[in-house]
């Protein structure tokens, strides 16, 4: 396949699973297994940083009415537990870093956080019927939150955004589009910090061989992608539940373990 086009497609990946429960490291993964090319780290994480400023782009407007009404209670209520839920992400992912934990190499685990994953969009989706909408996000549901951002990360194919999403449903948080928002505001400063902290971990190593057209290209897709399917799936969730994506999920990780071999 013409190594630009390849870059476009996994661009394009990258930017439509980053902010889907569906799980963007999960998706390269098998892309790099079905033929679209191994990348470098600083690629993976340049793309991810587009899919970031998508959403930074997003929720501008949110994230500067938060610092600007810091004196309002419930203003700094809030900002305080995105705070809280980044600050126990930040404390725990040193931690994991420093115990030398990597991805894995092949899908079978991913295929196994896939599948598992849905079951538990479906149960978060079956409770949160059962009760009233709730939109507040109370102190444990932004502790588990930053827990949350921490088991994704641990069990690539979880998906970040899905984990913290039906972390907070599942803790007391039943409303999509509460859940939704939180989840992706303390998503911003998360990815930023580890895309920063990754950068220069590579930077000390040196950035030797990379092909700064490709990274451009794929930066630039990946941007453009996710700021409209962030976009839909915002508009999305107020009128549909996220069972369509736990469908796919057990779907896909079905497929991936009938269809690939378990060291692939």
């Given at each position: ?17 980053e902010f889907l429960p569906i799980s ?241």
């Amino acid at each position: 396949m013409n190594n630009l086009l390849q870059v476009i497609l996994l661009g394009v990946i990258e930017g439509v699973t980053e902010f889907l429960p569906i799980s963007s490291t999960g998706h390269l993964l098998i892309a790099e297994k079905l033929g679209l090319g191994q990348r470098s780290e600083v690629f993976n994480i340049v793309i991810q940083a587009g899919a970031i400023l998508a959403v930074t782009f997003i929720f501008w407007q949110t994230l500067w009415e938060l610092l600007r009404g810091l004196a309002d209670p419930d203003k700094r209520s809030y900002a305080l537990k995105l705070t809280v839920a980044f600050a126990i992400t930040a404390v725990l992912g040193l931690v994991v870093s420093k115990l030398g934990f990597e991805l894995p190499e092949n899908v079978t685990p991913v295929a196994w956080a896939l599948i598992v994953g849905g079951l538990v969009i479906f149960v978060a989706e079956w409770l949160a019927a059962k009760k009233a909408p709730q939109s507040e996000i109370t102190w444990p549901v932004a502790a588990i939150v930053g827990l949350a951002q921490i088991v994704a990360g641990v069990f690539p194919g979880t998906s970040r955004s899905g984990a913290t999403i039906f972390a907070a449903m599942l803790s007391g948080t039943s409303d999509r589009k509460a859940a939704t928002q939180f989840s992706f505001l303390v998503g911003i400063p998360t990815m930023y910090a580890a895309s920063g902290y990754a950068l220069l971990k590579q930077y000390k190593l040196g950035f030797g061989g990379e092909n700064w057209s490709d990274l451009g290209i794929a930066f630039t897709v990946s941007t453009l992608t996710a700021f409209v399917v962030v976009k839909w799936l915002m508009r999305y969730i107020q009128t549909h539940t996220f069972n369509a994506f736990a469908v796919y999920r057990i779907v896909l990780g079905v497929g991936l373990l009938l269809l690939l071999p378990s060291g692939s």
